[in-house]
């Protein structure tokens, strides 16, 4: 049985470890399909955490639990420390650690010269991810190579990572980052990229459709069981995409439709790409509908108890016994909290309706345990205590979708954009 949930980070870099368990007062991780952030605060009272510099060390977080007096701990993908605060209060000492992943450091790798292709270039989707991870593509090639790992059926289907060839399509701005343009070039296909325990980014294929799933959330004791959910259906746009030649370059043309949306409110899409033949063309449209299809899906829960093995993009089905409903979805974004022997976690479907508010220009103030302004845990335990206080009548999940309803003015101090940024022109 299990005895009491465990939680720890360790710490490493140039022959030097350090791990951290018991002196850890909490934590929020959140992945997220293109960032992976956490953000850990330490007990140092003992003042050793403040002698030590951590910045840029890698630091693996896993959770676990004592069963039966054995202790058991499952991994999550690496993170490197790119803030270090420490804070000296009347009654304790604080560290704390800001970390970030894979996915937010290849955001700051940048191209470091423009890059095109001609029309008759024979480079596939593979091939031009293999050159920008690997280092070994102009303009990435001043830059350190990233393992990409291309998960067994991954080319299932369609195929279109190894067949389809972008040519002149596909270019590179001076200052573009590699994170955009491995993004911008997976989006051609039904494929995803994961950053998984061994820090390697991994090709996948995902499952959308189907009763096979990673896991299964309901109120029966023998599953993963929740304490909230929240479903939200939205018309997908655009809800039908036409792909097709330009018309000075070929007559090849194929398009893709969600259905049930095109049938409320018909939006198309068209997008030219160099398409060798009118099923291939058809193949892009429909890998570019499934996407918007994921992106509109809607949808969250709450963990009394972290699912240790949960990744983004798993494929998964909560069954709500309470109202004899389940949604089945793709997990796009998951939150995990821990300290104070708890272990809890949120997850979602869909684009996350959250932006990120450390991105933010900071909010002012002081407060939490970590002090000044913008500080996410102390944010997020002040909405916490609002949603006790109300005792239900709103959510953090109802706040998110506020804010991302509602959101008309911000102040970034950097904007970094994964997969399309609309700018009006104005005439």
């Known amino acids: ?50 002698g030590i510099d951590l910045e840029g060390f890698k630091g693996v977080l896993s959770y676990g639990a004592n069963v039966s007096g054995t202790d058991y701990y499952d991994a999550t993908p690496p993170l490197w420390v790119v803030g270090q605060q420490r804070d000296s209060h009347q009654d304790r000492t604080i560290v704390s650690l800001e970390l970030v992943g894979v996915m937010d450091l290849l955001g700051k790798d940048h191209a470091n010269a423009s890059y095109s292709q001609d029309s008759d270039d024979a480079n596939t989707i593979k091939d031009l991810l293999d050159g920008i991870a690997g280092g070994t593509l102009a303009p990435f090639d001043h830059l350190p190579a990233v393992t990409i790992t291309y998960d067994t059926g991954y080319d299932g289907g369609d195929n279109l990572i190894n067949n389809f060839v972008p040519a002149d399509y596909f270019s590179v701005n001076l200052g573009d980052t590699r994170l955009q343009t491995i993004v911008g070039l997976v989006g051609w296909t039904n494929n995803v990229v994961r950053v998984e325990t061994d820090g390697e980014l991994h090709i996948l294929k995902p499952v959308t459709t189907g ?42 043309t194929g398009n893709a439709t969600s259905s049930t949306s095109y049938g409320l409110i018909p939006k198309e899409r068209t997008v030219y790409a160099r398409g060798t033949s009118n099923a291939q063309c058809t193949n892009i449209a429909e890998a570019l509908i499934a996407k918007a299809e994921l992106d509109a899906e809607q949808g969250s829960a709450r963990l009394h108890y972290m699912n240790f093995g949960a990744e983004v993009h798993d494929y998964v089905n909560i069954v709500d016994s309470r109202i004899s409903d389940n949604r089945a979805g793709n997990m796009s974004w998951l939150t995990r909290n ?37 500080n996410i845990a102390a944010i997020y335990d002040y909405l916490d205590q609002i949603v006790d206080l109300l005792e239900g009548m709103v959510t953090i999940e109802s706040f998110n979708q506020w804010y991302s309803d509602f959101i008309s003015d911000a102040w970034f101090r950097k904007l970094t954009v994964v997969e399309q940024l609309l700018i009006p022109t104005w005439v």
């Open 1 to 50: 049985y299990i005895e009491r949930p465990l939680y720890k980070i360790v710490l490493t870099d140039n022959g030097n470890t350090y791990t951290y368990t018991t002196n850890i007062l909490s934590g929020r991780h959140t992945e997220m399909k293109y960032t992976h952030k956490a953000q850990i605060f330490l007990d140092d009272n003992d003042a050793v955490i403040h």
């Open 338 to 374: 821990f300290g104070n022997g708890k272990l809890a976690m949120d997850f979602g479907f869909g684009k996350p309706s959250l932006i990120p508010l450390n991105d933010l220009a900071p909010l002012g103030g002081g407060g939490g345990a970590g002090g000044g302004g913008g």
């Open 211 to 252: 009763s096979s799933y990673d896991y299964e959330y309901r109120l029966d004791d023998t599953y993963h069981n929740f304490l909230s959910k929240r479903f939200r259906r939205r018309v997908v746009f655009p809800n039908k995409i036409i792909v097709q030649n330009h018309p000075n370059q070929g007559e090849y």
